[in-house]
């Protein structure tokens, strides 16, 4: 019978529940129990792809292809494991089920209510989950802030759920944070008591505190935090800031997170498997080398709006002894003051990530071709693929006006355009190309070379891709199609032979990047700005 960690939140969001959730579930799985994570969204969205990255974080894509909030992917990176959309439970999707229930008539002569129709398809999603496969620990984190209208159905189910699995089998989590203010600087307890008041005040008493603070709390603020509470002392535990969100699961243990939470749910280990875990963190806290890497996009003021790549460069990074210094320029910028283009020099490595609508297509555009002409390493992701390719077609095939038919429906030269089975897509919500897909690297190519094998399994979001009927004209001019899938239908990989480093492929691999598995494009760009910064050391000694 799988046991159950509710991972809920207090006094503010954005505290790092999601790593906090991870780094327990890593604990667990690191001490040999089989483990998995839900996050429950209370919005009424049905998933996280129609949501503005810049408001939620990024849009986290599944293997099978479901559109995920970001903590996700954390939790896939932590636990190594492919995970499903039905691991992202929405208040959306709830609501539509029973509605759709009581349409049919599944509840006929019944009134429809929040208790018990509503908790119950949120208990029964939670338990399917625990049911696909053996778990020994299932951890459900509820996204937002108790106290929070929408979030209320989510922690009535869990409260529920706790009376009906019983306390050996269930345990709250509660996640809050203790600011200190200057200038005296003093840790305050205060916020995470009325929390944990609000938490009671709806039936839940929490059997863990998990505090993140700008430093380790005091005893004193871990005892008043105790009393105030009614948490065993052992069960307030620091979470303090650290430079990288790997070193959590370890600062976790120390403080005696996995023994406290082994004795509640009377659950044995004999060790931690700590070895690769650490050997990754330590790789990432002793890199001393750094290479700088421009990263062009349209969503740079929200760092979550990018989180997989930012780790995907991490995981490249930390496995080859340096760390990123990455900048993130805004391309609408780039387009208004061009004379800022020649700033890209300064970098070892440019990348464009993904994304939609017309705002700052030009800038990515012309760092596209910049980094082209100026021979810098260039990584370019979905749409860093698709105006790789309308870069090359303006300024090397001479084909001025080409463009993406997403950008501009009357171009003259559609060198990316929409994939066929889009043309009949009226609705917005999952209906993208998603999720991963078999694809074919040919032999002889450099993308053959990175990925050591014929056939990769990578993931994907988009409705436009190359339009083919170009596709003889970009190769005798230099820019070769290494990867396809579908049958040949559809381009994944672009690359310039005659460049130190030009590649961009039509999928994400940064969805598929972990801690210890760095994706292989990552890890060839990484080296390429290695070498880059190499050389330009080497030239400025010769001068
Ligand atoms: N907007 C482009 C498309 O739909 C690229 C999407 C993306 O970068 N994820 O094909």
Same mark, same amino acid.
């Given at each position: 019978?799988?046991?159950?960690?509710?991972?809920?939140?207090?006094?503010?969001?954005?505290?790092?529940?999601?790593?906090?959730?991870?780094?327990?579930?890593?604990?667990?799985?690191?001490?040999?129990?089989?483990?998995?994570?839900?996050?429950?969204?209370?919005?009424?969205?049905?998933?996280?792809?129609?949501?503005?990255?810049?408001?939620?974080?990024?849009?986290?894509?599944?293997?099978?292809?479901?559109?995920?909030?970001?903590?996700?992917?954390?939790?896939?990176?932590?636990?190594?494991?492919?995970?499903?959309?039905?691991?992202?439970?929405?208040?959306?999707?709830?609501?539509?089920?029973?509605?759709?229930?009581?349409?049919?008539?599944?509840?006929?002569?019944?009134?429809?209510?929040?208790?018990?129709?509503?908790?119950?398809?949120?208990?029964?999603?939670?338990?399917?989950?625990?049911?696909?496969?053996?778990?020994?620990?299932?951890?459900?984190?509820?996204?937002?802030?108790?106290?929070?209208?929408?979030?209320?159905?989510?922690?009535?189910?869990?409260?529920?759920?706790?009376?009906?699995?019983?306390?050996?089998?269930?345990?709250?989590?509660?996640?809050?944070?203790?600011?200190?203010?200057?200038?005296?600087?003093?840790?305050?307890?205060?916020?995470?008591?009325?929390?944990?008041?609000?938490?009671?005040?709806?039936?839940?008493?929490?059997?863990?505190?998990?505090?993140?603070?700008?430093?380790?709390?005091?005893?004193?603020?871990?005892?008043?935090?105790?009393?105030?509470?009614?948490?065993?002392?052992?069960?307030?535990?620091?979470?303090?800031?650290?430079?990288?969100?790997?070193?959590?699961?370890?600062?976790?243990?120390?403080?005696?997170?996995?023994?406290?939470?082994?004795?509640?749910?009377?659950?044995?280990?004999?060790?931690?498997?700590?070895?690769?875990?650490?050997?990754?963190?330590?790789?990432?806290?002793?890199?001393?080398?750094?290479?700088?890497?421009?990263?062009?996009?349209?969503?740079?003021?929200?760092?979550?709006?990018?989180?997989?790549?930012?780790?995907?460069?991490?995981?490249?990074?930390?496995?080859?002894?340096?760390?990123?210094?990455?900048?993130?320029?805004?391309?609408?910028?780039?387009?208004?003051?061009?004379?800022?283009?020649?700033?890209?020099?300064?970098?070892?490595?440019?990348?464009?990530?993904?994304?939609?609508?017309?705002?700052?297509?030009?800038?990515?555009?012309?760092?596209?071709?910049?980094?082209?002409?100026?021979?810098?390493?260039?990584?370019?992701?979905?749409?860093?693929?698709?105006?790789?390719?309308?870069?090359?077609?303006?300024?090397?095939?001479?084909?001025?006006?080409?463009?993406?038919?997403?950008?501009?429906?009357?171009?003259?030269?559609?060198?990316?355009?929409?994939? &066929? %089975?889009?043309?009949? /897509? $009226?609705?917005?919500? *999952? @209906? #993208?190309?998603?999720?991963?897909?078999?694809?074919?690297?040919?032999?002889?190519?450099?993308?053959?070379?990175?990925?050591?094998?014929?056939?990769?399994?990578?993931?994907?979001?988009?409705?436009?891709?190359?339009?083919?009927?170009?596709?003889?004209?970009?190769?005798?001019?230099?820019?070769?199609?290494?990867?396809?899938?579908?049958?040949?239908?559809?381009?994944?990989?672009?690359?310039?032979?005659?460049?130190?480093?030009?590649?961009?492929?039509?999928?994400?691999?940064?969805?598929?990047?972990?801690?210890?598995? &760095? %994706?292989?494009?990552? /890890? $060839?760009?990484?080296? *390429? @700005? #290695?070498?880059?910064?190499?050389?330009?050391?080497?030239?400025?000694?010769?001068?």
């Amino acid at each position: 019978m799988p046991k159950y960690i509710f991972v809920t939140g207090g006094v503010m969001s954005g505290l790092g529940k999601g790593v906090t959730t991870a780094s327990l579930a890593k604990l667990l799985q690191l001490a040999g129990f089989k483990v998995t994570c839900i996050k429950i969204d209370p919005y009424l969205n049905v998933d996280a792809g129609t949501m503005n990255p810049l408001i939620h974080g990024e849009v986290f894509v599944t293997d099978d292809g479901g559109e995920t909030d970001m903590d996700i992917g954390t939790y896939e990176r932590f636990l190594g494991q492919n995970l499903t959309a039905e691991h992202n439970i929405t208040a959306g999707q709830v609501y539509k089920r029973v509605i759709e229930e009581e349409r049919k008539g599944t509840y006929l002569g019944r009134c429809v209510q929040i208790i018990p129709h509503v908790t119950d398809e949120i208990k029964r999603r939670i338990r399917a989950i625990a049911q696909k496969s053996p778990i020994d620990v299932v951890l459900v984190e509820c996204g937002g802030t108790v106290g929070d209208i929408e979030g209320l159905p989510f922690l009535e189910a869990l409260r529920q759920m706790r009376l009906e699995e019983g306390i050996f089998n269930t345990l709250f989590v509660h996640v809050t944070l203790a600011p200190i203010v200057e200038p005296v600087g003093e840790q305050k307890t205060k916020p995470t008591q009325h929390s944990v008041q609000e938490l009671r005040r709806i039936g839940i008493h929490p059997d863990m505190i998990i505090v993140r603070c700008k430093e380790y709390l005091s005893e004193e603020s871990k005892r008043k935090i105790s009393l105030f509470t009614s948490v065993d002392y052992d069960g307030v535990i620091s979470n303090p800031d650290v430079q990288i969100v790997y070193e959590v699961p370890q600062i976790l243990e120390k403080e005696g997170a996995l023994s406290y939470i082994c004795k509640k749910l009377q659950l044995n280990f004999k060790e931690i498997k700590w070895d690769s875990w650490i050997k990754f963190v330590n790789s990432f806290l002793n890199a001393k080398d750094e290479v700088r890497i421009a990263i062009v996009g349209k969503y740079v003021s929200l760092v979550d709006s990018y989180v997989s790549i930012n780790h995907a460069l991490i995981h490249a990074a930390a496995a080859q002894g340096v760390k990123i210094r990455s900048k993130w320029i805004d391309a609408e910028e780039l387009e208004q003051k061009p004379e800022l283009l020649s700033m890209l020099k300064d970098f070892h490595g440019i990348l464009v990530p993904g994304g939609f609508g017309k705002r700052g297509i030009e800038g990515k555009i012309m760092a596209a071709n910049y980094a082209n002409m100026q021979k810098i390493p260039y990584l370019g992701l979905c749409l860093g693929f698709q105006l790789a390719v309308i870069a090359f077609a303006r300024h090397v095939l001479n084909l001025r006006e080409a463009n993406s038919t997403e950008f501009d429906p009357f171009t003259p030269h559609p060198v990316i355009d929409l994939l &066929p %089975e889009q043309r009949y /897509v $009226k609705e917005m919500g *999952a @209906t #993208m190309r998603l999720g991963g897909h078999e694809i074919v690297i040919k032999e002889g190519t450099n993308a053959f070379k990175i990925y050591g094998k014929k056939i990769i399994k990578e993931r994907h979001r988009h409705r436009y891709e190359l339009n083919q009927a170009y596709l003889k004209d970009f190769e005798n001019a230099g820019m070769i199609f290494s990867a396809f899938s579908d049958e040949g239908k559809r381009a994944e990989i672009l690359e310039i032979p005659n460049h130190p480093f030009y590649f961009a492929t039509q999928y994400h691999p940064e969805f598929i990047s972990r801690p210890d598995a &760095p %994706e292989p494009i990552f /890890v $060839k760009f990484i080296e *390429a @700005t #290695m070498q880059r910064k190499l050389s330009i050391q080497q030239s400025v000694v010769l001068i």
